[in-house]
Structures are given as C-alpha cells and as structure tokens.
C-alpha cells in the first residue's frame, strides 16, 4: 500500500485541537466561576498561566512531531498535495517508514526540530525542494520566536528569558511580558475586530501552515 502524507497533518491537527479543547473548557470555567468558589482559590492567576504553558508546550511538540513524521513520509516516497519526493543527492527514497526512520536516525535515539535551521539540515540531508522545507524556510523568523517561547518555558535560564522577551517584541511589538505563560494567555490585539489569546493565535498559525505541506 502506497505511503501518504496526509496522516502527518491530520494527526497535527488533531493533536493541536485536542489541547484548545480542553485548554478552552478550563478558561471558561475559570471566568464563570464565582470569587469564592474551589476553582478560583485552587486556580489563581498564575496557575492558570502555567497551565498555558503546559498546553503551549503540547502544541510545540505536535509541531516537532510534525516535521519528522511528514520527512520520514516524504523519505518514503509519500507525495503530497503541493511535493512530489525528489531524493537529495547520494540518497534513495526508501520502501517503508521504518526504513526511512533509520536511515534519518543515523545511529541516535532521537532527533531534535525545534530550531529552524537544524530542521532545514536534517530535512535537506534527505529529500530537495520539499514542502516542508518551503513551510519553514517562509515562516523561520515567526517559528525561531515560537522556539524561543517554548524554549523559555523549557528551560527558564536567563538566556532564555532574553529570547523571550525578543520574540515578544517581535510577535506583538512588546517586550513587557513577564512570563511565557503570561504573553500566551494575553490577547493579540493586531486585529481589533477578532482578538485572540497568543496561544490559539500561534497554535492557528502553526495548523495553517501544516495545511500547505
């Protein structure tokens, strides 16, 4: 049975939506709860934030999921809607996924596709002029400041907390937020007539782009 790239982005979507879902419910049951009531003492400010965090991070990691599924397809020789696989020099697409994750492996236990770069590196060392390559080499400045969000959340060092606050500056023409959770939990004000947390802002964002794959 031929190999497709479709399940790559479907599961991102998915995955994606689940995570808004239940990040929704809870928002909501935090503002329309009374001040007195369990949820408003158990859940103040920053907790809600953090739990911001925890969804952003999900969604990241959909996205690193994202990238390698859809390489380790296109590897496979899954053809697209918008990619028809074309082997990068001294390489072969491969029969199975298996195969084609191996060869991408090359001997570690894992592979890392949050930085840009190193995802344009790992996925040019296998296939040319794909669409995942496209995706990210028209969209790096905003994905090295989604990086840099998830990174501050990851890691909180104070080099991290300068990145943040970069790509803050960057995305919304701010730098006064305090916290990854904070910044994500505020609304992007770009377009006044549709205002959206920073969180489903970037996670909408993120899907898009799966959509041109």
Request: charged share 20%; glycine share 4%; hydrophobic share 40%.
């Amino acid at each position: 049975m031929a190999i497709s790239a479709e399940p790559a982005a479907k599961k991102f979507q998915r995955d994606c939506q689940d995570t808004l879902d239940w990040l929704a419910a809870t928002e909501g049951l935090w503002l329309t709860a009374a001040p007195t009531t369990e949820v408003r003492r158990s859940l103040k400010k920053p907790q809600m934030e953090a739990l911001y965090e925890s969804a952003y991070l999900r969604v990241f990691a959909a996205w690193e999921n994202f990238q390698e599924d859809l390489t380790v397809r296109f590897m496979s020789g899954a053809v697209s809607q918008n990619y028809t696989p074309i082997p990068a020099q001294g390489k072969s697409l491969h029969r199975t996924m298996k195969s084609a994750r191996t060869d991408l492996y090359n001997g570690r236990d894992y592979l890392l596709w949050h930085n840009p770069q190193k995802s344009l590196a790992q996925i040019r060392g296998h296939i040319q002029n794909s669409s995942i390559e496209s995706i990210i080499v028209g969209s790096q400045a905003r994905l090295e400041s989604y990086a840099a969000i998830r990174h501050s959340v990851a890691h909180g060092s104070e080099d991290s907390k300068r990145k943040l606050a970069a790509a803050v500056l960057s995305l919304a023409g701010t730098s006064s937020t305090t916290s990854a959770g904070k910044f994500l939990r505020s609304e992007d004000n770009s377009n006044p007539l549709n205002n959206r947390k920073w969180i489903l802002a970037i996670t909408q964002d993120l899907m898009s782009l799966s959509n041109a794959y």
